[in-house]
């Protein structure tokens, strides 16, 4: 071999070696697989979880200018076989994680397929408890049940509540809710009565006409999804029964309730993480709030909002994995656990499980056709009315 | 107790009222083609969501939106009869299959159209409580109940009283029969059809009056009128009224007196009740041929 031949191999191994470790300095695309409800009974809270997660890869390609976050989509059609064939095809289409996922009976499914094939399952539509007991190290939340009862439970103890009939959908997620609320009430010595009701029910005056006759409680209490609270809004202005309030959990102290139904919303509380109009003041909100309505027309709810944080997370989780060259040996999981950082919904931090350990939901209160967060007091833009009710 | 009751007495028969104007269409068409029309659902969806159009686009009553609803849902009845008619083997069974795409596909197209948001009427005049001593209700509800009535006797009236719907009656009853007699079944079975979506049209303005309405609701009305068209005897519209009725106070008092949790189950144990000791239904064909 010839000098020549020589000095010309030894450059080639040399480019070999640079271009095989500058693979961190490089731009890449990642894909991200996106499995979430788009019709069926979950149609609107996964297209609202869709917008959030499509507005976080915006954001994420318009700042990042060395890598890019390419989404593909897949409709699960609310049903949990789906969801299962969805993440398989995702898998199969190259995805490096998934993203998504409405309803603890899908997701369970769902995030057991995404383990089997080694990606990463990011969600915030599933509150069921089951959910991470399941030992997966690759399953991660941003929310939990423990984090709206935090909040209800709190604005209850400032109500002052000495008795409460609580309304619940005989679901996992509204059912293991309740029951956490009953059991905290309970302790703190609130006579509580409980009310399941199907999910078919289309007349909530019967449940009313108890409450109003037998229970005569202080407030209700309301765990379900916007139909529901509808159906039991609708009976309690009919029935007028006595009581100083009505509280309810997720879907209704956002401003979509308040245009669509403003005679049943009037002092109404549920979880909120935030006033309407919204009031978004540090960077990241900002940078979401202007997205969102650049590529929706409307103004973000909290929907958008969830699945913008966990998208967010996994985004840097990903680009962390890849500048540490750990993307393919399961280091978006790895830095996922690491994640200890102050987004929309607050601090988020994984524990063992993948649930956030420092979820708590607000309390907000439709106030002349606005929304004011009441509880915590370090957020409250504003005081509660009580005793209040729609009529 | 005696309001407690009484209430629930009341909202059973509100209830009952508005499943019967559900079920009538499904009741008809099943009566008069033996075909099950597992989209009937969906075109009294398709009638809610034209009611929500009229009122949050022109601000129109949804009373007033039924004529709309009616020349809408008549079409798309139209067209799924003119496919129904294309089978030429096993009509009962393969209609199912077909009804129920068609069930799929105006789902996802008010998906599309409408969104997956729940919509109710705003109208504070519909909403508004109505007291009658211990019954309280809101004004939608009694209105669909005056309503239901109205539209059941005249069904029942037009069946048993017009040439129309005596030949209804007897192509249902024998079609081959009703043939050599001079009738064209085609069209009967096409008028039946339309009236459907005419029953059709009034149950989706009921239910955007009265309660919530999202794309994925079809089915489980389309359920629902299949268990009272079963409950009520095959065709059978006072029969569909009775097994209306009988499950909205079944529910209501389930409701009351137990949990609504159980509501479902006690509907399905009325029936199943009611179909082991006359299989035939409440009004079948047996009670029918007795009277």
């Avoid at chain 1, 990642?30 to 979880?49: I, K, N």
């Avoid at chain 1, 540490?324 to 690491?338: C, D, M, N, Q, V």
């Avoid at chain 2, 139209?78 to 077909?98: A, G, W």
Wanted: aromatic fraction near 10%; charge should be positive; include cysteine.
């Amino acid at each position: 071999m010839n000098k020549h031949l020589k000095s010309r191999m030894t450059m080639l191994v040399l480019v070999g070696w640079m271009l095989s470790t500058a693979g961190s300095a490089m731009a890449e695309e990642f894909v991200v697989g996106v499995e979430v409800p788009l019709s069926g009974s979950l149609a609107r809270v996964g297209t609202g979880m869709s917008e959030g997660i499509t507005v976080a890869a915006e954001v994420f390609n318009r700042k990042n200018t060395k890598h890019k976050i390419k989404l593909i989509t897949v409709d699960d059609e609310s049903s949990p076989a789906k969801a299962v064939a969805a993440v398989e095809k995702l898998a199969s289409q190259g995805a490096i994680a998934i993203d998504g996922g409405y309803g603890s009976n899908n997701i369970g499914p769902a995030s057991d397929a995404a383990n089997k094939a080694g990606l990463v399952y990011v969600t915030s539509g599933g509150v069921d408890e089951a959910l991470t007991q399941r030992g997966l190290k690759t399953f991660f939340r941003i929310n939990n049940t423990a984090g709206y009862s935090k909040a209800m439970l709190g604005l209850l103890a400032d109500m002052g509540v000495k008795s409460a009939s609580i309304v619940y959908l005989t679901k996992e997620a509204t059912a293991d809710l309740a029951k956490d609320i009953e059991k905290a009430l309970a302790a703190k010595g609130v006579k509580v009565t409980m009310h399941a009701f199907d999910p078919a029910i289309t007349d909530f005056k019967p449940i009313i006409n108890k409450i109003k006759l037998q229970d005569k409680p202080d407030v209700i209490v309301m765990s379900g999804y916007e139909n529901d609270y509808v159906g039991v809004l609708r009976a309690a202005k009919v029935l007028k029964p006595d009581v100083k309030a009505i509280v309810g959990a997720w879907s209704l102290a956002t401003s979509k309730m308040q245009d669509d139904f403003p005679d049943l919303m009037p002092n109404v509380y549920g979880t909120a993480l935030l006033p309407f109009p919204a009031e978004f003041t540090t960077p990241d909100g900002k940078d979401f709030a202007e997205a969102y309505k650049k590529l929706y027309g409307k103004e973000p709810d909290y929907l958008g909002q969830f699945g913008y944080v966990q998208s967010q997370l996994l985004f840097d989780a990903i680009v962390r994995a890849f500048d540490a060259g750990t993307l393919k040996s399961g280091g978006i999981a790895a830095e996922l656990r690491k994640t200890n950082k102050d987004t929309l919904i607050g601090r988020v931090q994984f524990d063992d499980k993948g649930d956030n350990l420092n979820f708590s939901h607000r309390m907000g209160q439709h106030q002349a056709k606005q929304i004011a967060i009441v509880w915590p007091k370090e957020y409250a833009n504003g005081k509660m009315n009580f005793p209040g009710v729609p009529w | 107790m005696t309001e407690l009751v009484s209430q629930a007495l009341w909202s059973g028969i509100l209830t009952g009222s508005s499943y019967a104007l559900i079920a009538l269409g499904l009741a008809l068409i099943f009566g008069t083609m033996n075909v099950i029309n597992l989209a009937h659902g969906e075109l009294v969806l398709l009638a809610a969501y034209i009611a929500y159009t009229c009122e949050s686009a022109f601000g129109f009553n949804p009373l007033f939106a039924i004529p709309a609803a009616i020349v809408i849902v008549c079409v798309a009845t139209t067209l799924t009869y003119f496919l129904v008619n294309q089978i030429r083997k096993d009509r009962e069974l393969n209609s199912l299959l077909l009804t129920y795409g068609i069930g799929v596909m105006l789902t996802n197209g008010m998906l599309l159209l409408w969104k997956a948001d729940i919509r109710s009427t705003k109208s504070a005049w519909l909403q508004d409580a109505v007291v009658f001593g211990p019954f309280f209700s809101m004004r939608s509800e009694i209105l669909f109940f005056v309503i239901s009535l109205a539209l059941i006797a005249g069904l029942w009236w037009w069946l048993t009283r017009t040439w129309a719907g005596r030949a209804v009656r007897a192509v249902a009853s024998n079609r081959d029969a009703a043939k050599l007699m001079g009738i064209d079944p085609h069209r009967v079975e096409l008028v039946s059809f339309l009236v459907a979506g005419l029953l059709a049209a009034f149950a989706g303005a009921a239910i955007f009056s009265v309660g919530v309405i999202q794309p994925g609701l079809g089915i489980s009305l389309t359920v629902k009128a299949f268990i009272i068209t079963v409950l009520a005897g095959m065709g059978s519209v006072p029969g569909v009224l009775v097994g209306a009725l009988l499950l909205g106070l079944t529910e209501s008092l389930t409701t009351t007196f137990f949990s609504s949790a159980l509501q479902e189950l006690a509907g399905m144990v009325l029936f199943l009740f009611v179909l082991f000791v006359l299989p035939n239904g409440l009004f079948g064909t047996r009670w029918r041929r007795a009277h």
